[in-house]
T-cell receptor, first 114, second 114 residues
Framework: KQEVTQIPAALSVPEGENLVLNCSFT??????LQWFRQDPGKGLTSLLL?????REQTSGRLNASLDKSSGRSTLYIAASQPGDSATYLC?????????????FGKGTKLSVIP | DTGVSQDPRHKITKRGQNVTFRCDPI?????LYWYRQTLGQGPEFLTY????????KSRLLSNRFSAERPKGSFSTLEIQRTEQGDSAMYLC????????????FGPGTRLTVT
C-alpha cells in the first residue's frame, strides 16, 4: 500500500527566505506526482504536476523535483511571501490503467512571517 | 468560471439525517473523483467515475454512501443515516480521460454532523 510522508508537518520562515518542502513515498512505481496548496477551510489548488519520466517542473517561484528511484520529491519556494502561507500537500498516482486516484500526505503547514 | 464547483459549501445536519452533495466538474473532463478530508489529514479517495460509470469505490465508502453521475455530467454524493464520524470536508475533483490525469479540485463541502 502506497504511503506518502511530508516533513516537516509545520514550518515558519521570515519573509524573503527560500525554503524546501519534502515529500517521500514508499512505492516508487508511480504515474505522476502533484503538489497542491490548501488555504484554511478551502479546496485544493494544483501547483505543479511531475510525470514519472520527468525530473522537475517550474512555475514562477516554485520548483518541484522528483527522484522516483528514491521515492522523494521536493518543492522549492523562492523568495517566500506572506501570501504563500498555506498547507502544501503532495500526492502520487499509481501506474497502469486504473482510477489514477491520488494518495496524499498529511501536508506541511507553512507560515511566512512578514 | 470554468472550474469545479460544489454545492452546498457548508452543511450542518443532525445525526441520522440524510444529506446530498453536488459536484459540477470542468465540462470537458471525463473523470470525476470524490475524496474525504478530516482535520489535519490529507484527502482520502472515496470513488471515481469515468463518464457515467462508477468504476472504483474505496473501502471507506460504506453502504450508507452512494454516488451517482447521471449522463456523465454532474455528480451527487449521498450519505444516509449520518453519523458524527461523517463530519469532514468532501472534495470533488475532475480530470481528462488521457494525458497527465492532472486533477482539479472544487472548493469542497464542509459537513458537520451534530
Amino acid at each position: 500500500k502506497q504511503e506518502v510522508t511530508q516533513i516537516p508537518a509545520a514550518l515558519s520562515v521570515p519573509e524573503g527566505e527560500n525554503l524546501v518542502l519534502n515529500c517521500s513515498f514508499t512505492d516508487s512505481a508511480i504515474y505522476n506526482l502533484q503538489w497542491f496548496r490548501q488555504d484554511p477551510g478551502k479546496g485544493l489548488t494544483s501547483l505543479l504536476l511531475i510525470q514519472s519520466s520527468q525530473r522537475e517542473q517550474t512555475s514562477g517561484r516554485l520548483n518541484a523535483s522528483l527522484d522516483k528511484s528514491s521515492g522523494r520529491s521536493t518543492l522549492y519556494i523562492a523568495a517566500s511571501q506572506p501570501g504563500d502561507s498555506a498547507t502544501y500537500l503532495c500526492a502520487v498516482t499509481p501506474p497502469g490503467a486504473g482510477s489514477y486516484q491520488l494518495t496524499f500526505g498529511k501536508g506541511t503547514k507553512l507560515s511566512v512571517i512578514p | 468560471d470554468t472550474g469545479v464547483s460544489q454545492d452546498p459549501r457548508h452543511k450542518i445536519t443532525k445525526r441520522g439525517q440524510n444529506v446530498t452533495f453536488r459536484c459540477d466538474p470542468i465540462s470537458e473532463h471525463n473523470r470525476l473523483y470524490w475524496y474525504r478530508q478530516t482535520l489535519g489529514q490529507g484527502p482520502e479517495f472515496l470513488t471515481y467515475f469515468q463518464n457515467e460509470a462508477q468504476l472504483e469505490k474505496s473501502r471507506l465508502l460504506s453502504n450508507r454512501f452512494s454516488a451517482e453521475r447521471p449522463k456523465g455530467s454532474f455528480s451527487t454524493l449521498e450519505i444516509q443515516r449520518t453519523e458524527q464520524g461523517d463530519s469532514a470536508m468532501y472534495l470533488c475533483a475532475s480530470s481528462f480521460l488521457q494525458g497527465s490525469y492532472e486533477q482539479y479540485f472544487g472548493p469542497g463541502t464542509r459537513l458537520t454532523v451534530t
